[in-house]
């Protein structure tokens, strides 16, 4: 999972691993953020935020974020400016 990804970013307390993000992406067109995960003791400090700013720093310009929320984190996203996607499509 790791070895293959992109884009590989972390947050560390310390020794302890407590958010990452994980993206496949092309570098211009588009990145798919298959993971962005926060320790949920340190959730709402903005590290989520800025695990994607640094995801986000390793792309062109123009390059799109695209990712597939999971049900408790649809909100989370459109607070921090996505927008959902009529014609996202998952088999």
Known sequence: MLQH???LVTAWEGPQ?????????DFAYCCY???LAVDKSYQR???GRELMEMVRQQLQPACKIILLAAP?????YSKIG???H????VR
């Open 33 to 35: 953020l298959s993971d």
């Open 72 to 76: 408790a984190a649809t909100e989370y």
């Open 45 to 47: 400090q903005g590290i």
């Open 82 to 84: 996505f927008t959902s």
């Open 86 to 89: 009529p014609s996202a499509w």
């Open 5 to 7: 990804a992109n884009v």
């Open 17 to 25: 691993l407590i958010g990452v993000a994980r993206g496949l992406t």
